[in-house]
């Protein structure tokens, strides 16, 4: 065996009652890191196995399996992984007869496997197919009354979060890794996941839009916080748990908006007040501010203004974005006289706050309260009401957005005054534009030129086919350059518009290639562009 001789293997003997030597000699052979000459043996163990009757029937002993495993993770065999636990369970006659702490044995031995770095001066493989077949098979055996102990759940969701860059599946990586949270959550009241495993619960929670499983492992952390949970003959220290968890857990509420959101938006409200002391006051807020918007997101505008009284009693300052979202609210409830008496509260300091140092803090409409107020004027088509918002807007110094150049562009639909309406909300602000705004406005004041900038794409959204018109650059480009020709009078407006449009298409592309880094330039482009074709709109008319 020392000298590698291949005839070792070739001699051990081949009756039906050689098991016992044939696994001595895999010993041998593993212990020496023969792995070629281990593999051959192991293979010969389990056809021993299947060809033995009842009889005379020896168990392969769980050390074989776990002697393979570490040979596998020595050579970073992981592929061969799966088939040695199909091996394991099938020599075994199945899960529902398994002894299972030879089960766990098994699992904790391949859980063990290398996360990272290097391993013999070779690359250590991804793990994570290895992990999602263990949790499968772990979720097999539950349904046959195998109770996973505490510290496979442990180990087997640390090496999910270790791993979690390695899944090429992203989709199935948050389905195996919510499976293996649920269990150890489900059969065990205590269980309370490391600080990492929790922050990677919460982004499976947020990815899979699960509100209930956020608040689960909130009220997990909050418990292991105060101390008052217990481990079976074994108490464990109160851990300090960080603010951000609170306020992850409030914003999948408030993304999932789901039916029973409200409910999961209380129980964190009343997790939080649990520890309250421990938190400081920005995350506080921040968190009360998301409540305000989750709760408004779900048509529960009483309880949105009684958090925000809370609020201010407490010397805390709800945001413009949680104001905003409660006169949305108001509006889309039909109670419009509320939402504007609450702008106007803003607006008249109703909400000056002052601190616990003794300073005034004082409140004003933002850039979200005046776009909801818009909303309002819409609701009851108070059209030449929408104009003057915005005048207010600029005079108090809020950059506009593009939802607030769609409220202009429906009040110009309704005001006839399109032209100045539009050329007020460019010149006069700082407002940025993109392409579904520019064909908005290209549509509006100038439906001559559609056939002439666009193109007509045929969409199928729910399984209804959908025309919707989009700009085609290149035909845009060359149309116009062919209409300047024509038109000596609006020949500068023509070719201004061609080469804005040739701008916008550059940048578009360099969008695509740097991502967010060019976007002020790209909405630059569009702004320019608008501009433009204003300007021909004018010499148009």
């Not at 050329?423 to 406005?441: A, H, I, P, W």
Request: net charge neutral; proline share 4%; with cysteine.
């Amino acid at each position: 065996i020392g000298n590698d001789d291949n005839d070792a293997v070739a001699n051990v003997p081949r009756n039906d009652n050689d098991m016992e030597a044939v696994i001595q000699a895999f010993w041998c052979m593993e212990k020496c890191h023969l792995s070629d000459q281990a593999h051959m043996l192991y293979r010969h163990i389990l056809e021993l196995q299947e060809s033995h009757n009842g009889e005379h029937n020896i168990p392969i002993p769980i050390h074989v399996f776990t002697a393979m495993i570490r040979l596998y993770q020595r050579e970073d065999r992981r592929a061969d992984i799966k088939n040695l636990i199909d091996d394991f369970i099938r020599v075994n006659h199945g899960l529902s007869q398994l002894n299972f702490s030879k089960l766990t044995a098994l699992f904790l031995t391949v859980l063990d496997w290398p996360m990272a770095g290097t391993k013999n001066g070779k690359r250590v493989a991804k793990t994570g197919p290895i992990m999602g077949y263990v949790c499968e098979k772990i979720l097999e055996a539950k349904k046959v009354g195998y109770r996973p102990p505490s510290q496979l759940w442990s180990q087997l969701l640390r090496g999910l979060t270790i791993g979690s860059k390695n899944h090429t599946d992203q989709e199935d990586y948050f389905r195996v890794m919510k499976n293996a949270l649920m269990g150890a959550l489900e059969q065990y009241s205590w269980f309370c996941p490391n600080p990492s495993i929790l922050k990677q619960g919460l982004r499976v929670a947020k990815a899979t839009g699960d509100s209930d499983l956020a608040v689960e492992l909130v009220a997990r952390a909050v418990n292991k916080a105060r101390g008052s949970w217990y481990k079976p003959n074994n108490y464990e220290e109160p851990q300090h748990i960080s603010p951000q968890i609170f306020v992850q857990g409030m914003k999948i509420c408030y993304q999932t908006q789901q039916q029973e959101g409200p409910d999961m938006i209380e129980k964190l409200l009343s997790l939080a007040s649990n520890v309250s002391s421990s938190l400081p006051k920005p995350a506080t807020r921040e968190l009360k501010c998301l409540a305000i918007k989750a709760y408004s997101g779900t048509g529960r505008s009483q309880k949105a203004r009684d958090l925000i009284d809370e609020m201010v009693m407490n010397h805390l300052v709800p945001s413009d974005e949680a104001f905003g979202a409660l006169i949305h609210c108001y509006a889309l409830e039909g109670e419009v006289k509320k939402a504007l008496d609450l702008f106007d509260q803003i607006q008249d300091g109703h909400f000056n706050s002052g601190s616990q140092e003794g300073e005034i803090v004082e409140v004003k409409p933002g850039l979200t309260s005046y776009n909801a107020k818009m909303f309002c004027l819409m609701r009851l088509k108070d059209w030449e009401g929408i104009p003057t918002l915005f005048e207010q807007m600029r005079l108090a110094g809020i950059m506009p957005n593009p939802l607030t150049f769609h409220g202009m562009l429906l009040a110009a639909s309704h005001t006839g005054n399109t032209l100045e309406l539009l050329q007020k909300s460019l010149v006069d602000s700082c407002m940025q534009f993109d392409q579904t705004s520019f064909e908005q406005v290209v549509e509006l004041i100038a439906p001559d030129l559609v056939p002439t900038l666009f193109s007509t794409t045929t969409t199928t959204p729910g399984g209804k086919n959908t025309k919707r018109t989009r700009i085609n650059f290149r035909m845009a480009q060359q149309n116009l350059r062919s209409l300047s020709e024509g038109n000596e009078h609006l020949r500068p407006q023509y070719l201004d518009l061609m080469r804005s449009l040739r701008m916008a298409e550059l940048e578009k592309e360099r969008l695509l290639l740097k991502g967010k880094s060019r976007q002020g330039s790209a909405d630059d482009t569009w702004k320019q562009s608008m501009r433009s074709l204003l300007d021909l709109a004018h010499a148009s008319s």
